[in-house]
């Protein structure tokens, strides 16, 4: 119901208090959030809401450092009434998301989010929603579930489910054991009810049955299954059960039993039993231990209380064994029964009844009868023969024989774990019982690792079988060109040490300054970035050779100190010259000219064969000086950036032009062949279609800007790979530690593109990330990271950034409205430096102060005053200067405004003390993070009324070490 809740057109429909800002530096989804930096906030545009409906109300947030406890952010509700709820964010660095549901009442008629960063840490936000609440709460399963038995039927019970939405219906799923077929029902739901009964009928005599009873809810919802193992009875063994002969044949009558018509359960006829009169069915043979069920329906005449009197006698050579069967008096056909396991001296059984209620009982479909024995082992064999079928670098295919089960197997679990670690992986494999041997490769895993991998069964009741116990271990990863040279293998191995342990920080470098960046890490940091980076680039000017030269010594530098070497080439058309400049490495190729640019023969295919052979010629020297290359050509071909891309077929044929001319003809056997599409965004195509295979490709990577970190990418280099090593082959923002940590820790190494470093990172942003102790670096430069100069000054304000606009100016400048009236203006000819200073035209009375403010976020580390521009007004009035910490503490200082002469006014944080009406803080002025800051008029020495002062130039600035406390803000400087 919200628009633009993910801030990509803008700030449209929100309104934004203090400074928030529409970033692109960082995004939960798509390209842009709001960065609500302290002290600011906001709110949404305002939805209307109808009463009695529910509403999910929710938004991501991510804080931009650790430390922050929580964020003030609320569902603020409209109507008769106003409300607010609070939507609570614990403060992490990673995306967060936080929804609330809401229930419109009557007398709310609308809603919307608003924020404000009281948090002391600037926030993002993204992906803001009100919308129309979709039940996702299951129904509680279903209670008490019994089971009794009839012949060919079974009757089911149940107590009902809850429900916050309603309870609309009972889903019934059984199957006979050894089946592999579920049969279904439906069940009504009905409020007024707590049981529930329903009859299974059509069943298989003598037989074995699983049941599940689910509750659905009137949103799909489904609840838990309750489950039972229940039986059918054989053969009923009384001949006269029903009593339809019209008679009591095979009866023994003790007293007065008749059949009657007036009452029957099924049939025409059934047993009237009077009062005082009883008797017994016809004895019949049973087998010692075995379950028998006896059963019965039974009514009331007239309701009475007292129970009827029926037992089961059971015989043997021991004697008679007599078990009572319960009976309420009711005027409803009931089932009794007795479930009965005989004992080991069993041979005949009989049911006895006798009335001594004192009202007539009529009884019918009376049945004894067999049961079938219940499987002693409920749980699946464990899977025979596990082995491990087959093992590459990345993956281990096991091969196990089918587990049997009497309720059906439903999966295979294969459980799996590097034998020296603690935590398994689980992959659910699904049955498919016309297998006769089960095969299936776990993938993505690591090479030369041991793994140890557990095989259970499982059934449709969730139980498991025992494990079947396979290990292995994963095979080295060679380099696809089987010529490589040791130290190319070393490269490929160390980079699958690296997964999953941490990440290599890395830096790329201009060629024309190949060692620029990497140093400036480093100076910041105060570690070496542990890969080095750079390009054959497109040359246009200078000595191609020279600069190509300068590149190639760089590198084996770099590498004989211990970082990776990358290397990528942003070439220029064939067509152009090598020489061309970035419009031609940026140009295009029709179909046809890049069809004849990979045949060989062609003026462009031998154009194209220069200018990479000369580039063989500087990699030929990495090769004899023992450096390995993460060789990174034709990167983002999954986009039209370059005159390589946007081609799929025929840039998989480029690719494997390249590889076999620099591998089989120039030998250039140091070489690790990265495969770099771009993240899939709104500029790019599917990565896989520009796939060149697994036999030209060692390790992939992506290019992520704009923090557009999703695990998509991450997955679906994975996936293409088949669990190959994978870096991030060049980025703008940082990656997030604990996102690399937690869902992207196969990442082996990242590399910022020069001028990103510090232009989209702030600095404690690089020096957290390469401090780090998952980042591995290249060792440490013995200086420590870059600490900033502390300035001379902090401009608070100069009134020059308003654009002339006295409304603007009242945007940062507010009146207290508990005072009396205040009213702030550029004015153009008092002023100190620049086009403008503030004007304050001011009202002292009843109240008897006034005064306006501006939320401000900013540090004013080193500083030990404040100091502005000043025209006073001569009234002997009160001015103070007061400023908010962010951590709430208040201070200020006052000062009389004495003469109208203009003047520099500096006042020492040391005449700074807490206001009267503020309590609490630790009593010491921190300037190093700033909320607030005000000016209060006061009468002071002076009279009521109004005055008019200027104010230019606020600046928090440094003291000189013979300035002490400063003066008192009184004298001219």
């Given at each position: 119901?919200l628009s633009?809740?993910?801030?990509e057109s803008?700030?449209a429909?929100?309104e934004?208090?203090?400074?928030?800002e529409?970033?692109?530096?960082?995004?939960?989804?798509g390209t842009?959030?709001?960065?609500?930096?302290i002290?600011?906030?906001?709110?949404s545009?305002?939805?209307?809401?109808?009463?009695g409906?529910?509403?999910?109300?929710?938004?991501?947030?991510k804080?931009?450092?650790?430390?922050?406890?929580?964020a003030n952010?609320?569902?603020?509700?409209?109507?008769?009434?106003?409300?607010?709820i609070?939507?609570?964010?614990?403060?992490?660095?990673?995306?967060?998301y936080?929804?609330?549901v809401?229930?419109?009442?009557?007398?709310?008629s609308s809603?919307?989010i608003?924020?404000?960063?009281?948090?002391?840490?600037d926030?993002?936000?993204?992906?803001?929603?009100?919308?129309?609440a979709?039940?996702?709460e299951?129904?509680?399963i279903?209670?008490?579930?019994?089971?009794?038995h009839?012949?060919?039927a079974?009757?089911?019970?149940?107590q009902?489910?809850?429900?916050?939405?309603g309870?609309q219906a009972?889903?019934?799923?059984?199957?006979?054991?050894?089946?592999?077929?579920?049969?279904?029902?439906t069940a009504?739901h009905?409020q007024?009810?707590i049981r529930?009964?329903?009859?299974?009928?059509?069943?298989?005599?003598?037989?074995?049955?699983?049941?599940?009873v689910?509750a659905?809810?009137?949103?799909g919802n489904?609840?838990?299954?309750?489950?039972a193992i229940?039986?059918t009875?054989?053969?009923?063994?009384l001949?006269?059960?029903?009593f339809?002969?019209?008679?009591?044949g095979?009866?023994?009558v003790?007293t007065?039993?008749?059949t009657?018509?007036?009452?029957?359960?099924?049939?025409?006829?059934s047993?009237?039993?009077?009062?005082?009169?009883?008797g017994?069915?016809?004895?019949?043979?049973?087998e010692?231990?075995?379950?028998?069920?006896?059963?019965?329906?039974?009514?009331?005449?007239?309701g009475?209380?007292?129970?009827?009197?029926?037992?089961?006698?059971?015989?043997?050579p021991?004697?008679?064994?007599?078990?009572?069967i319960?009976?309420?008096?009711?005027?409803?056909?009931?089932?009794?029964?007795?479930?009965?396991?005989?004992?080991?001296?069993s041979?005949?059984?009989?049911?006895n009844?006798?009335?001594?209620?004192g009202?007539?009982?009529?009884?019918?479909?009376?049945?004894i009868?067999?049961?079938?024995?219940?499987?002693?082992?409920?749980?699946?064999?464990?899977?025979?023969?596990?082995?491990?079928?087959?093992v590459t670098g990345l993956s281990?295919?096991?091969?196990?024989?089918?587990?049997?089960d009497?309720?059906g197997?439903?999966?295979?679990?294969?459980?799996?774990?590097?034998?020296?670690?603690?935590q398994?992986?689980?992959?659910?494999?699904p049955a498919?019982?016309?297998q006769?041997?089960?095969?299936?490769s776990v993938n993505?895993?690591?090479?030369?690792?041991?793994?140890?991998?557990?095989i259970?069964?499982?059934?449709?009741?969730?139980l498991?079988?025992?494990?079947?116990s396979?290990?292995?271990?994963?095979?080295?990863m060679?380099?696809v060109n089987p010529a490589?040279?040791?130290e190319?293998?070393?490269?490929?191995?160390?980079?699958?040490?690296?997964?999953?342990?941490g990440?290599?920080?890395?830096?790329?470098?201009?060629?024309?300054a190949?060692?620029?960046?990497?140093?400036?890490?480093?100076d910041l940091?105060?570690?070496?970035?542990?890969l080095?980076?750079?390009?054959?680039?497109?040359y246009?000017g200078g000595?191609?050779?020279?600069?190509?030269?300068q590149?190639?010594?760089?590198?084996?530098a770099?590498?004989?100190?211990g970082?990776v070497?990358?290397?990528?080439f942003?070439?220029?058309?064939?067509?152009?010259?090598?020489?061309?400049?970035?419009?031609?490495?940026q140009g295009?190729?029709?179909?046809a000219e890049?069809?004849?640019?990979?045949?060989?023969?062609?003026?462009?295919?031998?154009?194209?064969l220069?200018q990479?052979?000369?580039?063989?010629?500087?990699l030929?020297?990495?090769?004899?000086?023992?450096?390995?290359?993460?060789?990174?050509?034709?990167?983002?071909?999954?986009?039209?950036?370059?005159?390589w891309g946007?081609?799929?077929?025929?840039?998989?044929?480029?690719?494997?032009n390249?590889?076999?001319?620099?591998?089989?003809?120039h030998?250039?056997?140091?070489?690790?062949?990265?495969?770099?599409?771009?993240?899939?965004n709104a500029?790019s195509?599917e990565?896989?279609?520009?796939?060149?295979?697994?036999s030209?490709?060692?390790?992939?990577a992506?290019d992520?800007?704009?923090?557009?970190?999703?695990?998509?990418?991450?997955?679906?280099?994975?996936?293409?790979?088949?669990?190959r090593?994978i870096?991030?082959?060049?980025?703008?923002?940082?990656?997030?530690?604990?996102t690399?940590?937690?869902s992207?820790?196969?990442?082996a190494?990242?590399?910022?593109?020069?001028?990103?470093l510090t232009?989209?990172?702030?600095?404690?942003?690089?020096?957290?990330?390469?401090?780090?102790t998952?980042?591995?670096?290249?060792?440490?430069?013995?200086l420590?990271p870059y600490?900033?100069p502390?300035p001379e000054?902090?401009?608070i304000?100069?009134?020059?950034g308003?654009?002339?606009?006295?409304?603007?100016?009242a945007?940062k400048?507010?009146r207290?409205?508990?005072?009396?009236s205040?009213t702030a203006?550029?004015?153009?000819?008092?002023?100190?430096d620049g086009?403008y200073?503030?004007?304050?035209?001011?009202?002292i009375g009843d109240p008897?102060?006034?005064?306006?403010?501006?939320t401000?976020?900013?540090?004013?580390?080193?500083a030990?005053?404040?100091?502005?521009?000043?025209?006073?007004?001569?009234?002997?009035r009160?001015l103070t200067?007061?400023?908010?910490e962010?951590?709430?503490?208040?201070?200020?200082?006052?000062?009389t405004?004495?003469?109208?002469?203009?003047?520099?006014?500096?006042?020492?944080?040391?005449?700074?003390?807490?206001p009267?009406?503020?309590?609490?803080?630790?009593?010491?002025?921190?300037?190093?993070?700033?909320?607030?800051?005000?000016f209060y008029?006061?009468?002071g020495?002076?009279?009521?009324?109004?005055?008019?002062?200027?104010?230019?130039?606020i600046?928090a600035?440094k003291?000189?070490?013979?300035?002490?406390n400063?003066?008192n803000?009184?004298?001219?400087?």
């Amino acid at each position: 119901m919200l628009s633009n809740g993910g801030f990509e057109s803008g700030d449209a429909t929100w309104e934004k208090w203090g400074v928030p800002e529409v970033t692109e530096s960082e995004s939960r989804s798509g390209t842009h959030s709001l960065l609500v930096k302290i002290n600011s906030g906001g709110a949404s545009s305002t939805v209307s809401v109808e009463s009695g409906k529910k509403y999910a109300v929710g938004l991501w947030v991510k804080f931009s450092a650790a430390g922050a406890v929580s964020a003030n952010i609320g569902l603020n509700t409209f109507g008769s009434q106003e409300g607010t709820i609070p939507i609570p964010f614990t403060g992490s660095t990673s995306w967060e998301y936080q929804e609330i549901v809401f229930t419109a009442t009557d007398d709310t008629s609308s809603m919307r989010i608003a924020f404000w960063n009281d948090s002391g840490i600037d926030y993002y936000i993204d992906d803001a929603v009100i919308r129309e609440a979709v039940d996702q709460e299951k129904p509680s399963i279903p209670g008490e579930l019994s089971v009794t038995h009839q012949p060919q039927a079974l009757i089911l019970n149940w107590q009902g489910s809850v429900d916050n939405e309603g309870v609309q219906a009972y889903e019934i799923s059984y199957k006979k054991f050894g089946t592999d077929t579920w049969s279904a029902a439906t069940a009504a739901h009905d409020q007024s009810q707590i049981r529930y009964s329903y009859t299974l009928d059509g069943l298989d005599a003598y037989s074995n049955y699983f049941i599940k009873v689910s509750a659905v809810d009137t949103s799909g919802n489904r609840s838990d299954a309750a489950t039972a193992i229940a039986s059918t009875g054989g053969p009923n063994l009384l001949s006269n059960a029903g009593f339809e002969s019209g008679t009591i044949g095979g009866w023994e009558v003790w007293t007065s039993l008749e059949t009657t018509q007036t009452e029957h359960h099924g049939g025409d006829y059934s047993l009237l039993v009077l009062p005082n009169t009883g008797g017994a069915s016809e004895t019949v043979a049973i087998e010692p231990d075995t379950s028998y069920v006896i059963g019965f329906w039974i009514k009331s005449a007239n309701g009475n209380s007292q129970d009827a009197n029926v037992s089961v006698s059971f015989f043997g050579p021991g004697g008679e064994v007599a078990v009572p069967i319960p009976v309420q008096g009711t005027t409803e056909w009931q089932y009794r029964e007795l479930v009965y396991q005989t004992s080991a001296n069993s041979t005949h059984a009989r049911i006895n009844l006798w009335n001594n209620s004192g009202e007539n009982y009529v009884m019918d479909d009376i049945q004894i009868a067999k049961l079938p024995p219940v499987p002693a082992e409920l749980l699946p064999s464990t899977p025979g023969n596990s082995v491990a079928s087959e093992v590459t670098g990345l993956s281990v295919e096991l091969q196990w024989d089918p587990s049997t089960d009497v309720l059906g197997v439903a999966r295979y679990l294969v459980s799996y774990k590097e034998e020296d670690e603690q935590q398994w992986t689980t992959i659910a494999v699904p049955a498919d019982h016309q297998q006769s041997v089960y095969q299936y490769s776990v993938n993505n895993l690591l090479p030369s690792t041991s793994y140890a991998f557990r095989i259970y069964a499982q059934n449709e009741t969730d139980l498991l079988s025992d494990y079947a116990s396979v290990t292995a271990s994963t095979l080295q990863m060679n380099p696809v060109n089987p010529a490589a040279s040791q130290e190319a293998r070393g490269l490929l191995n160390r980079l699958y040490d690296i997964t999953g342990n941490g990440i290599l920080s890395g830096q790329h470098n201009y060629y024309e300054a190949p060692n620029e960046w990497y140093q400036k890490a480093a100076d910041l940091t105060g570690y070496y970035p542990g890969l080095w980076g750079s390009d054959f680039a497109f040359y246009t000017g200078g000595d191609i050779g020279a600069l190509r030269q300068q590149m190639v010594n760089t590198a084996i530098a770099r590498w004989n100190e211990g970082a990776v070497v990358a290397l990528t080439f942003h070439q220029s058309k064939p067509s152009d010259g090598p020489t061309a400049g970035w419009s031609s490495v940026q140009g295009s190729y029709t179909e046809a000219e890049m069809t004849e640019l990979v045949t060989p023969g062609t003026d462009l295919y031998n154009a194209w064969l220069a200018q990479i052979d000369e580039v063989a010629q500087y990699l030929k020297q990495l090769r004899d000086a023992g450096v390995p290359v993460l060789w990174r050509p034709y990167h983002e071909m999954n986009a039209t950036f370059f005159w390589w891309g946007g081609k799929p077929e025929l840039f998989k044929q480029l690719w494997v032009n390249m590889y076999e001319r620099y591998t089989d003809y120039h030998g250039l056997d140091n070489l690790i062949w990265v495969w770099n599409p771009n993240a899939l965004n709104a500029w790019s195509f599917e990565e896989a279609p520009y796939y060149p295979g697994h036999s030209y490709v060692d390790v992939l990577a992506a290019d992520i800007y704009n923090n557009d970190y999703q695990q998509r990418h991450y997955d679906e280099l994975l996936a293409i790979g088949e669990g190959r090593a994978i870096g991030i082959g060049e980025n703008g923002e940082l990656p997030n530690i604990d996102t690399l940590k937690l869902s992207q820790s196969r990442y082996a190494w990242f590399m910022t593109w020069p001028g990103f470093l510090t232009d989209n990172n702030t600095l404690g942003t690089i020096q957290s990330l390469y401090s780090n102790t998952y980042t591995l670096n290249n060792g440490e430069t013995g200086l420590g990271p870059y600490v900033p100069p502390i300035p001379e000054s902090y401009v608070i304000d100069d009134f020059e950034g308003y654009d002339g606009l006295d409304a603007n100016l009242a945007n940062k400048w507010r009146r207290n409205t508990a005072g009396n009236s205040v009213t702030a203006a550029l004015d153009g000819t008092k002023k100190h430096d620049g086009l403008y200073a503030m004007r304050l035209d001011y009202t002292i009375g009843d109240p008897g102060f006034s005064g306006v403010y501006r939320t401000y976020s900013d540090s004013w580390t080193g500083a030990g005053a404040i100091q502005f521009w000043l025209k006073p007004d001569a009234s002997k009035r009160q001015l103070t200067v007061q400023f908010h910490e962010s951590n709430g503490e208040v201070w200020e200082a006052g000062f009389t405004l004495t003469g109208k002469s203009a003047r520099i006014v500096k006042i020492p944080f040391t005449s700074f003390a807490h206001p009267g009406w503020f309590q609490g803080g630790n009593g010491i002025v921190e300037p190093d993070t700033i909320k607030e800051i005000a000016f209060y008029f006061g009468q002071g020495e002076g009279k009521p009324g109004s005055g008019t002062i200027y104010v230019d130039d606020i600046e928090a600035v440094k003291l000189s070490d013979d300035e002490g406390n400063g003066n008192n803000g009184n004298n001219d400087k």
